[in-house]
């Protein structure tokens, strides 16, 4: 029996929380009261089951990922493959890194199906997917790690930006890292696409060999983790400057190959209060850093 997840309306009144094991979701639409309303009942129709589904196939999600090849079945796993496959040639990657994201764009996808909205979002702990009609804008706010709740500054996204998802990763996030970013943050044409692009752009923030950089096995740290035993980053000691440099540098060289093959619309890395921007363009989101949580919407609820 599929059970139900926990459905709330927050105290504003404007947007839905749900809740289902570690999925954890923030929603809001802007329209009629009548298509805001088709909007939440198609996202808690979709949201029931969906954890239920992830499980059903999460032996071959924790596997990673072929770039060429999907055994996966669910619209959202493949979804997921999908999002990863354009990384799993040249490294190791599974499914998961793009679990967050997917997962978004799946929720905002039904809500869309089943209305016509002005805006909407689905932000899924800080992965976010996008919905921008006519002169709509969002507005996200800036972090430089994601376990603070300390806000930097705010970055704005037109509705005529290519934008429609957004994604942090970094060793201080929900997931492990084999980097030593405090905070990599994407901007893509997918919540998806941004979630796994992030993933390996944080990634490559790294000194390999460093002294000051302690690694564990993921599996130590959670047993039934995708990465299995490899080393993932849980201390970073003192770095010089020309370090903090070089290991930005790297994972900027990363986000460039990303940017150049179309994968993403822009990044921004962070490492020791210094921040690298990588951007096709100076657009008006770009003026400011691009390092976020969503802190503002995680705020409010």
């Known amino acids: 029996m599929t059970r139900r997840p926990q459905i709330t309306l927050l105290p504003d009144d404007k947007r839905l929380h749900l809740q289902d ?24 129709c979709r949201f029931t089951g ?25 619209v959202i796993a493949r979804r997921m493959h999908a999002a990863v496959a354009p990384f799993a040639a040249d490294r190791f990657i599974t499914p998961m890194a793009a679990v967050a994201g997917s997962v978004a764009d799946e929720i905002l996808g039904a809500m869309l199906e089943a209305a016509s909205l002005d805006r909407a979002y689905v932000n899924n702990g800080g992965d976010i997917a996008l ?17 603070r709740s300390g806000l930097m500054q705010t970055m704005v996204i037109h509705a005529d930006d290519p934008v429609r ?29 941004a979630d796994a692009a992030a993933t390996v752009i944080a ?3 790294d000194l390999p060999g460093h002294p000051a950089i302690v690694h564990r096995p993921a ?18 000691g003192r770095l010089s400057e020309r370090e903090i440099t070089d290991a930005l540098e790297a994972g900027a060289v990363c986000a460039r190959e990303c940017l150049a093959a ?15 921007v990588v951007r096709v363009r100076p657009p008006k989101m ?4 691009l390092v976020h949580e969503c802190a503002i919407e995680n705020a409010r609820a």
Request: aromatic share 4%; with cysteine.
């Open 21 to 44: 094991g570690p999925i954890d979701l923030i929603v809001e639409a802007t329209g009629s009261e009548r298509d805001i309303r088709a909007a939440y009942d198609a996202a808690v």
């Open 50 to 74: 969906l954890l239920d589904g992830l499980c059903m196939e999460l032996g071959e999600l924790r596997k990673a990922a072929h770039p060429m090849h999907c055994a996966l079945e669910g």
């Open 131 to 147: 919905h921008l009609a006519g002169d709509e804008q969002f507005t996200v706010g800036l972090m430089d790690r994601p376990d």
């Open 165 to 193: 998802g957004i994604a942090t990763s970094g060793r201080h996030g929900r997931s492990f890292s084999f980097g030593i970013a405090d905070a990599v943050t994407v901007l893509a044409r997918t919540a998806s696409e």
């Open 203 to 205: 990634n490559a923030v």
């Open 219 to 236: 599996n130590e740290l959670q047993p039934d983790s995708d990465l299995g035993p490899r080393l993932v980053t849980r201390e970073v």
């Open 262 to 276: 179309g994968l993403i619309e822009g990044a921004a890395l962070r490492l020791f209060s210094e921040t690298v």
């Open 286 to 289: 770009a003026q400011s850093q």
